[in-house]
Nanobody, 121 residues
Framework: QVHLVESGGGFVQAGGSLMLSCAAS????????MGWYRQAPGNQRELVAV???????NCIDSVKGRFTVSRDNGNAGVYLQMNSLEPEDTAVYYC???????????????WGQGTQVTVSS
């Protein structure tokens, strides 16, 4: 079984920083894209940032210059460094990864359990 386990998140004042971490457990054959989504109350889940297996990154305009996504292929981890946080960043953040498990040849999408980020004004 493959699982994504998140850590980080919490409560911070506007202008502060947080770092989210996510690691894949279980045996995998390959890990393709990894990244982060978020969902604020009453809103749809939106893609925040993605990092490919080759290390290319992209993120939505509203977080450019403030958030940095990275990965550690050795630890099967993906990270989101969030600086200059704004109240609008308040949401539940979910990591995801497209993984080929060791027991299967099929690429499958996995999700973390979600972690709350709350930014006060």
């Amino acid at each position: 079984q493959v699982h994504l386990v998140e850590s980080g998140g919490g409560f911070v004042q506007a202008g502060g920083s947080l770092m989210l971490s996510c690691a894949a457990s279980g045996r995998t054959s390959a890990i393709n894209d990894m990244g982060w989504y978020r969902q604020a109350p009453g809103n749809q889940r939106e893609l925040v940032a993605v990092v490919t297996s080759s290390g290319n990154t992209n993120c939505i305009d509203s977080v450019k210059g403030r958030f940095t996504v990275s990965r550690d292929n050795g630890n099967a981890g993906v990270y989101l460094q969030m600086n200059s946080l704004e109240p609008e960043d308040t949401a539940v953040y979910y990591c995801y990864a497209n993984i080929v498990p060791a027991f299967s040849r099929r690429l499958q999408e996995y999700w973390g359990q979600g972690t709350q980020v709350t930014v006060s004004s």
